[in-house]
């Protein structure tokens, strides 16, 4: 069975950090492109980053370039994000998520992709 278990959200005032974490199990996790995507409330779900099997490469939304941080436990088969900086416009629930390729880009909902339940960040003073 595939599992995707996201940690670390909370409650924090701007400018804060927090660090989420997501442990998995149940797929190869080591072999894996895997992404962070959120959602706020009334919105639609928006990717936030990615990161490659290995971790030397990975990248990242506009909105959150050089105030996120994504990283990976390949032994411990865990994916991470530190967020930085943090905005009221953070505030969302965040995904981990192992997207699919298709159409000539990852995506994160539909057949072939998982995702977990979410882990709730909230920006606010």
């Known amino acids: 069975e595939v599992q995707l278990l996201e940690s670390g959200g909370g409650l924090v005032q701007p400018g804060g950090s927090l660090r989420l974490s997501c442990a998995t199990s149940?797929?190869?996790?080591?072999?894996?492109?895997m992404s962070w995507v959120r959602q706020a409330p009334g919105k639609e779900l928006e990717w936030v980053s990615l990161?490659?099997?290995?971790?030397?490469?990975?990248d990242y939304s506009d909105s959150v370039k050089g105030r996120f941080t994504i990283s990976r436990d390949n032994a411990k088969n865990t994916l991470y994000l530190q967020l930085n900086s943090l905005r009221t416009e953070d505030t969302a629930m965040y995904y981990c998520?192992?997207?699919?390729?298709?159409?000539?880009?990852?995506?994160?909902?539909?057949?072939?992709?998982?995702r977990g339940r979410g882990t709730q960040v909230t920006v606010s003073s």
């Open positions: 998520t192992r997207p699919a390729w298709s159409g000539g880009r990852y995506v994160h909902e539909g057949p072939n992709t998982y």
């Open positions: 990161i490659f099997s290995e971790g030397r490469y990975t």
């Open positions: 149940g797929f190869n996790f080591r072999t894996s492109v």
